[in-house]
C-alpha cells in the first residue's frame, strides 16, 4: 500500500493527472512556470578581456598587463640541469613543441605583477610601472614598463632592502627593450643598457647588458595542462659585461601566446654558445 501511494504521488508531481498539461506538451522553452515565482533569469555572460585571434602576430592590447593577477608555474628545481628540445617537430606542416610531460620533480612557483608603491627601490624607478619576481624564489624583482613600442626592462632590484645575502639594486640608465610589438615572425632587434653606481648582494657594481632578440618560429606548443595552437619562440642572448671580470653570456628561449603572455621558458647555463642549447638551468611551464 505504501509502494502504491508512493506511485500515486509520483504520477501526480509529474503531471500526469487529467487536468494537468504534461511539461513536455509544451514547446521547448516557452513552458509556463508555476504561479508565485519568476523564472530564473541568469546573468549574461560577459566578454573577455581578452580573446586571442591566432593572426599570427601579438599585439599590445593582446598582452595588457594585469596588475595583482596571478599565474602558476611548473619549474625545474634550483639547481637542476634539465633537457630541453627547442627546434620541435613537424607535424602536418605545423611547428610543434611538445613539452606536455608532467614531471613529478617539477615545482609550483606564483608569479604575480604588482605595483610599485610600497616597495624600498620605488623611487629608483621613476617611469617603472610594475615589478614581477625575476626569480622562481622570488628573492629579485625586474622593473618594468610597457607601452604601444613593446615592454621595457628597468633594472632589477632585491625583493628585500636588505636580505642576508645583501641587497640589490641595478637601475639601466635607460630601459632595455625585451619584446618589441607588434610579436611576429622574423622581427629581431639589439639593445644595450649601462648600470652605474648599482649594488649588486651588497657590493658597488657597475656593467653593461646588451639583450639580442629574434622571433624565429611560430607553432603549437603542448604543456602538461594545456594545449596552445599559436605560440612564438622568442630567442634572447644577454651579455653582461661587468666592470671588473669576463663577459658572461646567458640565453633564453621564450613561448609566447596572445592574452596569456610567456607561457614557457628555458634557460640556458652560463657560457651557453648555441641558441638550440640542448640542457637548461632551469625550465618554466604555465601549469599547475
Not at 142 to 165: I, K, M, N, R, Y
Not at 167 to 186: F, H
Request: proline share 7%; with cysteine.
Amino acid at each position: 500500500m505504501r509502494d502504491m501511494l508512493v506511485a500515486v504521488l509520483l504520477v501526480a508531481a509529474l503531471g500526469c493527472g487529467e487536468n494537468v498539461t504534461p511539461a513536455s506538451s509544451y514547446p521547448p522553452g516557452e513552458r509556463n512556470p508555476p504561479p508565485g515565482h519568476d523564472p530564473y533569469q541568469a546573468i549574461p555572460a560577459g566578454a573577455l578581456a581578452c580573446t586571442p585571434n591566432l593572426d599570427e602576430q601579438i599585439d599590445s592590447t593582446e598582452l595588457s598587463v594585469a596588475l595583482g593577477a596571478s599565474a602558476w608555474y611548473l619549474v625545474s628545481p634550483a639547481g637542476a640541469q634539465r633537457n630541453v628540445n627547442l627546434s620541435g617537430s613537424s607535424e602536418s606542416g605545423q611547428q610543434t613543441w611538445d613539452w606536455g610531460t608532467d614531471l613529478a620533480e617539477d615545482q609550483l612557483a606564483q608569479l604575480s605583477p604588482h605595483a610599485l608603491s610600497g616597495r624600498w627601490y620605488a623611487a629608483h624607478f621613476p617611469k617603472g610601472q610594475f615589478a614581477v619576481a625575476f626569480d622562481a624564489a622570488g628573492t629579485l624583482e625586474s622593473v618594468s614598463s610597457q607601452d604601444e613600442e613593446g615592454l621595457w626592462l628597468h633594472g632589477l632590484a632585491s625583493t628585500e632592502s636588505d636580505p642576508p645575502e645583501g641587497r640589490t639594486l641595478l637601475v639601466y640608465d635607460s630601459p632595455i627593450l625585451v619584446l618589441r610589438y607588434p610579436v611576429v615572425k622574423g622581427s629581431a632587434w639589439s639593445w644595450t643598457g649601462r648600470v652605474r653606481n648599482g649594488v649588486l648582494r651588497g657590493f658597488p657594481w657597475a656593467q653593461i647588458d646588451r639583450y639580442d632578440v629574434k622571433v624565429d618560429a611560430v607553432g603549437r606548443l603542448i604543456l602538461p595542462d594545456l594545449d596552445f595552437s599559436q605560440v612564438f619562440r622568442v630567442r634572447t642572448t644577454v651579455t653582461a659585461t661587468p666592470v671588473m671580470g669576463a663577459p658572461v653570456v646567458q640565453r633564453q628561449t621564450s613561448f609566447m601566446a596572445e592574452c596569456f603572455g610567456e607561457i614557457a621558458r628555458a634557460t640556458s647555463e652560463v657560457g651557453e654558445a648555441r641558441d638550440e642549447f640542448t640542457v637548461a638551468s632551469e625550465v618554466r611551464r604555465l601549469g599547475l
